[in-house]
C-alpha cells in the first residue's frame, strides 16, 4: 500500500518513541513490585511516586489526588459510582448530558436501577451544553454533575470551568470526563473548579491499559476494585509501573509541545475541513469553535459512513464513523442524535482525527481521494436520486427532548 495516513487518533495514538525508551527498564531490569519492601520494590515505588507528582503537576493537582487506574471506563465509573453512594444522605439526583461517552451514561443508567434519579441535558445543535440549562436543572437533591471536557466524537470543549463554579457554589461535585482532552488543552483542576477527573494515557501518545483519576481532596468516595488496599484504598491491585511511567512520560511531552502542536493541527484540520465542504451536501457536526485542534468531524448526505471508511481504508486513510467503543452497533451515534440530525444523516458521518505525524500532503491526499469515494457510493445509493431526505426527518425538538 503506497499510502498510510493514520487519520483516527481519538481512537487510540500511537506510543511515542521517546515513551517507550523511558517505560523499558520496567518491563526487565527494574521489574519489581511496587508494593514489596526489598530495593527491587523499592525502585518500581520510586518510580509510580514520581510519576504520580509528574502528572499532578501537569494538571495542577496534589500528588495524593491522583488514583492510577486501567483507563476512562474505568475512572469513569469509580468516579460515579463510587461517589454518589457515600454522598446518598445529601441527595439522589445526578446530572449529566445527551452526549457523554458511554462510560458514563451507561453508568448513570445502572445508577438509576439502584435507585437514583438523573437529569441528561440536551446540547445545542452545534453540540454545546448551555449554562442555563445546567442551572435550571439543578435541584436540591443534586449530589454530581458530570459533563465532558469535549466530545470524543464531534470535538467540541465544553464551559466546565462556569459549570465547575456553579456546581462549587452550590457544593454539588463536578466531573469531567477529560479522556480527549488532557495532554492537548491546558488544564488546571483549581482553575477550572473541578472535583472528579478521568484521562486515559492512550489518547496522548502513552501505552494502552492506563489511566487516572484525580479525586479532589476530601472528597467522599468509595473503591470500585477491593483488594489489597493500593492506591490509597480506592483501586487495589498491582500498579502496572512500565504503564505509569509511559503515562507520566507522554504527558510531560504532551503539555511541553502542546501550544505549538495545537496551532500546526489546527491549521491542517481547518484546510482538510475547508476541502471536505467543497462536495455537496456535506456539513460539519458541531461548531467549529471550540473544538479539538485535530478534530473534524463530518456528514455527507445519500452515504454509509461504514462504507467511506472502508473505501478510504482501501486507499492507505485511516478515519472512523464516531466512537471506536461504539462502531460495531448499527444503531445511529447518540451523540449526532443529541444534534437532533435524524437517523439517516446520523449514518453519513466520518470522523477524521489528525495527530503528530500528520502532514499537510495527508490532507491534500484525503482531499483528493474523498470526492471520488462520496461520488461513487451516492451512485448507487437508493437514496440519491429523487428522494427528499426530509420525508426521513423525524420531529428534532423531541430528539432533544429524550
Known amino acids: ?236 491491585g498491582t500498579e502496572n509501573t512500565p504503564g505509569i511511567v509511559g503515562m507520566a512520560s507522554a504527558l510531560k511531552f504532551a503539555v511541553k509541545e502542546m501550544d505549538k502542536e495545537n496551532a500546526r493541527l489546527k491549521k491542517l484540520r481547518n484546510r482538510l475541513i475547508d476541502g471536505c465542504l467543497g462536495i455537496n451536501d456535506s456539513w460539519l457536526n458541531g461548531g467549529r469553535e471550540p473544538r479539538l485542534a485535530a478534530n473534524a468531524a463530518l456528514g455527507f448526505d445519500f452515504v454509509e459512513g461504514e462504507s467511506m471508511v472502508l473505501m478510504l481504508s482501501d486507499k492507505g486513510i485511516a478515519a472512523s464513523t464516531g466512537s471506536a467503543c461504539s462502531t460495531k452497533s448499527l444503531e445511529p451515534s447518540h451523540v449526532l442524535r443529541s444534534l437532533g440530525l435524524p437517523h439517516v444523516k446520523c449514518h453519513g458521518s466520518l470522523r477524521f482525527t489528525l495527530g503528530k505525524d500528520t502532514k499537510a500532503s495527508d490532507i491534500d491526499y484525503v482531499v483528493k481521494s474523498l470526492p471520488p469515494i462520496v461520488e461513487r457510493l451516492r451512485e448507487i445509493s437508493p437514496l440519491h436520486k429523487g428522494v427528499d431526505l426530509s420525508e426521513f426527518e423525524e420531529d428534532v425538538e423531541h430528539v432533544h427532548e429524550h
Not at 483516527?8 to 523499558?24: C, I, N, S
Not at 468516579?79 to 457515600?86: D, I, K, R
Not at 468509595?222 to 488496599?229: A, D, T, Y
Request: hydrophobic content about 35%; overall charge neutral.
Open 1 to 236: 500500500m503506497k499510502h498510510r495516513i493514520y487519520l483516527d487518533h481519538a481512537a487510540t495514538t500511537p506510543l511515542d518513541k521517546r515513551v517507550l525508551k523511558e517505560m523499558q527498564p520496567y518491563f526487565s531490569e527494574k521489574f519489581g513490585n511496587a508494593g514489596s519492601l526489598h530495593f527491587w520494590g523499592t525502585e518500581a515505588r520510586e518510580a509510580v511516586e514520581r510519576a504520580r507528582g509528574e502528572i499532578a503537576k501537569a494538571i495542577n493537582a496534589k500528588p495524593e489526588e491522583i488514583i492510577f487506574t486501567s483507563g476512562g471506563t474505568e475512572s469513569d465509573n469509580l468516579a460515579l459510582q463510587e461517589t454518589v453512594y457515600p454522598n446518598r444522605k445529601k441527595g439522589n439526583h445526578i446530572i449529566t448530558t445527551s452526549f457523554e461517552h458511554h462510560a458514563v451514561l451507561h453508568t448513570v443508567q445502572f445508577l438509576e436501577k439502584d435507585g437514583f434519579e438523573a437529569s441528561c441535558l440536551p446540547v445545542t445543535k452545534e453540540g454545546f451544553v448551555e449554562l442555563e440549562e445546567f442551572e435550571k436543572a439543578l435541584t436540591a437533591k443534586t449530589i454530581l454533575a458530570s459533563v465532558m471536557h469535549a466530545n470524543n466524537e464531534i470535538g467540541t470543549i465544553q464551559p466546565i470551568a462556569k459549570i465547575g463554579e456553579v456546581c462549587r457554589e452550590k457544593g454539588i461535585l463536578f466531573h469531567t470526563d477529560a479522556v480527549q482532552t488532557v495532554g492537548k488543552e491546558k488544564i488546571d483542576v483549581e482553575k477550572m473548579n473541578i472535583d472528579l477527573l478521568s484521562a486515559s494515557a492512550h489518547k496522548f501518545y502513552g501505552p494502552k491499559g492506563v489511566g487516572f483519576l484525580y479525586v479532589r481532596q476530601g472528597t467522599k468516595i468509595h473503591p470500585l476494585v477491593h483488594g489489597g488496599g493500593h492506591e490509597r484504598g480506592l483501586r487495589s
